[in-house]
């Protein structure tokens, strides 16, 4: 991605900042007024945790357009993943304390980005497995069972600006762009049938293997 999206993120922060301040203060008051029990508690308490996630994904993209550098704190990798699980996702971890040094706030948008993705693109399930491998290394698969990626196409899909449904195409830059900043690689791998992404990160520590994996 070149520098005009993480410009563009910077003016977004930049103007959401006060309107965002204003609607979490509008929650927070409408938090204080609801009985202890009153059945629409968890939807208030829902938005106002979406909206200090957006808060703080603003702050991300802020610093990191402003000093080119990433907040690095230990991200429980496997935690975060599950976060994803639903109906139509599953998330499998096959290693334990698997952490990253990293920003939990853009790493979560990474797995959103390609979840988003693989759901518009027609898929009804989307697999996600985390595992150990030799050398330090975490490995995040993300399959869906949608229509694929041509190979030919591959490549060119972290190209920001590049869509194939009329969108931004913005996504995979961003993925790319975060993945890269955390000193790791994502690639899309060709797949008889639905959509494959791999990305790989360094783990923080040494992570222990639940069980031992087909290679
Ligand atoms: N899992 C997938 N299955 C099939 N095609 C995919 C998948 N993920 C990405 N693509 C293709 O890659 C293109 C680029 O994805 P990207 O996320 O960068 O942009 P977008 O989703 O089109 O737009 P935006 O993310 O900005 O809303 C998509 O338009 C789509 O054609
Ligand atoms: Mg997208």
């Known amino acids: 991605?070149?520098?005009q999206p993480v410009h563009l993120a910077a003016v977004l922060g930049h103007e959401l900042r006060n309107p965002l301040a204003a609607a979490m203060t509008g929650a927070s008051l409408l938090r204080e007024l609801l009985d202890t029990g009153d059945p629409r508690l968890p939807t208030v308490a829902g938005v106002l945790r979406d909206l200090g996630r957006i808060d703080r994904l603003l702050t991300s993209w802020l610093d990191f357009a402003r000093t080119g550098q990433l907040r690095r704190e230990p991200v429980d990798l496997a935690a975060l993943l599950r976060e994803f699980t639903s109906a139509t996702v599953t998330v499998d971890v096959v290693a334990d304390d698997v952490s990253v040094a990293g920003d939990g706030s853009?790493?979560?948008?990474?797995?959103a980005n390609l979840i988003e993705n693989?759901?518009?693109a027609g898929a009804h399930n989307v697999q996600i497995r985390l595992e150990a491998r030799s050398g330090g290394l975490l490995r995040v698969r993300i399959d869906d069972d949608g229509p694929g990626i041509p190979t030919d196409r591959a490549a060119g899909l972290f190209t920001a600006g590049v869509s194939?449904?009329?969108s931004t195409g913005l996504g995979l830059a961003i993925v790319q762009t975060t993945i890269t900043a955390h000193g790791g690689f994502v690639?899309?791998?060709p797949r008889p049938r639905g959509g494959r992404f791999v990305i790989e990160l360094a783990a923080l520590a040494a992570p222990a293997p639940v069980h031992a994996t087909m290679a």
């Open 106 to 111: 853009l790493l979560r948008r990474v797995f």
């Open 164 to 166: 194939h449904r009329g």
């Open 118 to 120: 693989a759901q518009a």
């Open 187 to 189: 690639r899309c791998e």
């Open 1 to 3: 991605m070149n520098g």
